[in-house]
């Protein structure tokens, strides 16, 4: 997680972003229960798709 912070802000230094798409749920959760959702330059789009 903490490499994750770090990258969120060198790219944010470049005008850069990340963005997390279809995370599985586990990742995601302990993405936004750590709070690095709301960082600046770290954004999460859509989730895991459910196994049919």
Partial sequence: MLDLA???RR????GWAIHLRGAQ??????????????LPGVR???S???LA
């Fill in 25 to 38: 749920p586990q990742i995601r959760a302990l993405i936004e229960n750590m709070g690095l959702h709301r």
């Fill in 11 to 14: 790219l944010r230094m470049r």
């Fill in 6 to 8: 770090m990258l969120a």
């Fill in 44 to 46: 999460i789009e859509g």
């Fill in 48 to 50: 895991w798709p459910a």
